[in-house]
Nanobody, 124 residues
Framework: QVQLAESGGGLVQTGGSLRVSCAAS????????MGWFRQAPGKERVFVAA????????YYADSVKGRFTIPRDNAKNTVYLQMSNLKPEDTAVYYC?????????????????WGQGTQVTVSS
């Protein structure tokens, strides 16, 4: 069964750091580009970061560039989102996703498999 499972969310203070993880199962993780998206209450799901299958290429939304990184460990079938200097506006449910279609990394419809999400709350 193809599955993505996020973990590691929680409550953190402004300026703090947090790492969320996404464990993949049921497919050949190492051949897929993976991405992270987030959705705040009442807002659309938006792109945060993506990483190529080999890990060589990474892509970030302007809002998180310089604060977030997206490493992956293909031996562990896991992709991470390392977040630092967190701000209250980073509060959202964070989803990992598998990119199944060609096209923009920024577009959620190009990602065909999604996890259930993990809540990240940044207090001011």
């Amino acid at each position: 069964q193809v599955q993505l499972a996020e973990s590691g969310g929680g409550l953190v203070q402004t300026g703090g750091s947090l790492r969320v993880s996404c464990a993949a199962s049921g497919f050949s993780f190492s051949i897929y580009t993976m991405g992270w998206f987030r959705q705040a209450p009442g807002k659309e799901r938006v792109f945060v970061a993506a990483i190529s299958s080999s890990g060589v290429n990474t892509y970030y939304a302007d809002s998180v560039k310089g604060r977030f990184t997206i490493p992956r460990d293909n031996a562990k079938n896991t992709v991470y989102l390392q977040m630092s200097n967190l701000k209250p506006e980073d509060t959202a449910v964070y989803y990992c996703a598998r990119k199944d279609r060609p096209g923009s990394y920024y577009s959620p419809p190009n990602f065909g498999v999604w996890g259930q999400g993990t809540q990240v709350t940044v207090s001011s």
